[in-house]
């Protein structure tokens, strides 16, 4: 993940699995992780931010996570290609 523009906020599973931990990127930042690292980047105030996410091998769709208190759970998979609902506000984890 890249920041082109604004400051965005990454809170992310630490290695137990059970704890989160968070860290702030703003413009020019980048940060690169594995993947078994699942995270919720936000924005959360100031000049609109935009992030670059690059992956490889490609990403076939992205995993919706909720946070309860044994850690992220996964809640559903939307495959690439399918449209979200509108208004719809999910936590997005990778």
Known sequence: MSVAAGTLTERYRTTDSGNF??????????????PHHVHDVNFQS?????SIHAYSPPLSGLTHYDRTR???????FIPEGLPRE???SPTELR
């Open 70 to 76: 044994f850690g992220f759970v996964a809640r559903e």
């Open 46 to 50: 100031g000049p609109r931010a935009l």
């Open 86 to 88: 509108t208004g719809e």
């Open 21 to 34: 931990s968070a860290r702030t990127y703003g413009p020019s930042d980048h940060g690169s992780f594995g």
